[in-house]
């Protein structure tokens, strides 16, 4: 099973950037699809983006217009772009793989550890 790694989160003020990035262990070309996730204090884990093998992207409205995923398949990395941070963004920021096996017909994902990501007012 592949293996994320995410890095670079930390601690930015409010309208900052950063970018974050998603390293897997083996070729995430037939990776279905990559995502990024991420979970406040006493909340649950939501959807922040995703991108499809074939490029598509899908956002949370919270972060449309601000965030960008692009998955570089030549370097088995993922990256976040966050522009125009708010305090509201504050939270542990996860990678996702999906994969779906037309042979076994089931879904397989590996999540990442992890990366903090904190906004300051």
């Known amino acids: 099973q592949v293996q994320l790694a995410e890095s670079g989160g930390g601690l930015v003020q409010a309208g900052g950037s950063l970018r974050l990035s998603c390293a897997a262990s083996?070729?995430?070309?037939?990776?279905?699809?990559m995502g990024w996730y991420r979970q406040a204090p006493g909340k649950q884990r939501e959807l922040v983006a995703t991108?499809?093998?074939?490029?598509?992207?899908n956002y949370a409205d919270s972060v449309t217009g601000r965030f960008t995923i692009a998955r570089d398949n030549a370097k088995n990395t993922v990256y976040l772009q966050m522009n125009s941070l708010k305090p509201e963004d504050t939270a542990v920021y996860y990678c996702r793989a999906y994969k779906y096996s037309s042979i076994t017909f089931r879904g397989s994902e590996a999540w990442g550890q992890g990366t903090q990501v904190t906004v300051s007012s």
């Open positions: 991108v499809t093998s074939g490029g598509s992207t």
């Open positions: 083996e070729s995430i070309f037939s990776i279905n699809s």
